[in-house]
């Protein structure tokens, strides 16, 4: 069996400020003038942690305020709703945003918790045995978004202020104007300098330094909290459907789930991500719920465009976007960058059955005959996953049996944070 090489970030630290927080803290704004009076010079752990809650406290602010959008009515929190894994509420395939809250979306709303360990982008991820054997290219891992464009949480965090679909902010100086009137303008100075609001560039640093910050703190966005993190610390038990169900995940020749979603805590301990962070070609159905989509000519090929546009020229990478991880998956209302399917049990069964049942999910042509991949063009086919429990032919056994895809949902409800939970009510 091989192992992954790379190294993921620790969790968390002991009060509750991850160690990407503290790295986010200590380090200067890029080219920022506002910066020079704010780091002196180097800093001591404690007046660096001291710094990361500052930064943290001033992005939670932001990151509720609606007020920093062109509309004045979207927030951060709109699209990222702390009580769904800071990920939508709504069940629709993509939100809608702008300065008038009427412009669709291009892709689903990802979750924001448990990205604090995602490498940066890398076209070459080498998979090797621990003893140095010969290593294996799996090609295309790490960076944030679908198509894994940037790699850190202030980068991210600039997109969605300025996509004329989210936040609609025109540049950053529309982002400086609106956050110099904020009620937490003196708290901004406080952490950047009086004179950070001088330059719109430093502003718009600034702000997405503290978003970043506050996306790092752990018990918000790695609280590393669910059934199954008890479960591996001997701490609880899992039913037997659930204990079967996580069989079947792992099973290579069944499910086959764990080879990409990692289920197994790291070689130090470090409970597991659910995510190998790749990239992967699915062929999920053509969401016509999504209004790009009504134009017979426009494709969403994942790496290779049209939101990213560095590897345009990579016709190999063309259909494939990025491996998410599966923590609080049972909260999602849609799934897959383009929301097509509404529930977990779906997504399981079209793993089970995309190439045995082609007709259960691909639309026909006048003819009868199955449109299947559509949302793919054919010169790319190529580029899908065909590993189990794909691969199959038309008519085959599909990998798994129905009961058998309900258990690996029950095991997949396991991963529910703890904060994220139904609650309960008393007697």
């Not at 009515?73 to 069940?91: E, I, L, R, Y």
């Not at 599909?398 to 009961?403: F, G, K």
Request: proline letters at 8%; a negative charge.
């Amino acid at each position: 069996m091989t192992t992954k090489t790379f190294r993921l970030l620790r969790p968390g630290l002991a009060i509750g400020i991850g160690a990407a927080a503290l790295c986010l803290a200590i380090l200067p704004l890029r080219q920022s003038s506002a910066a020079a009076g704010v780091h002196p010079g180097p800093m001591s752990r404690a007046e660096a942690f001291a710094r990361a809650e500052k930064l943290a406290a001033l992005g939670r602010k932001m990151f509720f305020d609606p007020s920093v959008s062109a509309s004045g009515s979207q927030a951060c929190s709109s699209c990222h709703d702390p009580a769904h894994a800071f990920g939508p509420a709504s069940a629709a395939p993509v939100q809608t945003g702008g300065k008038g809250m009427k412009q669709p979306g291009l892709r689903a709303v990802p979750a924001l918790r448990y990205l604090q360990a995602v490498p940066s982008f890398s076209e070459h991820f080498y998979d090797s045995e621990d003893e140095g054997d010969e290593s294996v290219d799996n090609g295309p891992t790490g960076g944030l978004t679908w198509d894994g464009r940037v790699d850190h949480g202030a980068d991210q965090a600039k997109i969605p202020l300025l996509s004329p679909f989210e936040m609609g902010n025109k540049d950053a100086a529309d982002v400086a104007a609106k956050l110099r009137k904020a009620p937490y303008a003196g708290d901004i100075r406080a952490a950047f300098g009086e004179t950070v609001f001088d330059n719109p560039d430093d502003t718009f640093d600034a702000t997405a330094e503290a978003l970043a910050t506050f996306e790092q703190s752990g018990p918000d966005f790695y609280p590393y909290s669910s059934r199954y993190d008890a479960f591996l610390a001997g701490k609880t038990t899992l039913s037997a459907q659930e204990l079967h169900g996580r069989q079947l995940f792992e099973d290579p020749a069944k499910g086959n789930c764990s080879s990409c979603h990692l289920s197994e805590p790291a070689n130090d301990g470090e409970p597991p991500q659910f995510s190998d962070f790749g990239f992967l070609g699915l062929a999920v159905p053509r969401n016509m719920a999504i209004p790009a989509n009504t134009d017979p000519s426009y494709y969403d090929l994942g790496l290779c465009g049209p939101q990213r546009t560095d590897l345009t020229g990579h016709s190999e990478y063309c259909g494939l976007f990025r491996t998410p991880t599966l923590r609080n998956v049972a909260l999602k209302k849609s799934f897959f960058h383009n929301g097509y399917f509404h529930t977990l049990r779906d997504v399981v069964s079209f793993y089970a059955t995309r190439d045995s049942d082609p007709g259960r999910w691909y639309p026909k042509n006048a003819g009868g005959s199955v449109r299947k991949y559509d949302d793919l063009p054919q010169a790319y086919w190529a580029n899908l996953n065909q590993d189990p429990p794909f691969g199959r032919k038309p008519g085959d056994t599909p990998a798994l049996t129905d009961p058998e895809i309900d258990d690996i949902v029950a095991f997949l409800g396991t991963l529910t944070d703890a904060d994220l939970q139904p609650k309960v009510s008393g007697h």
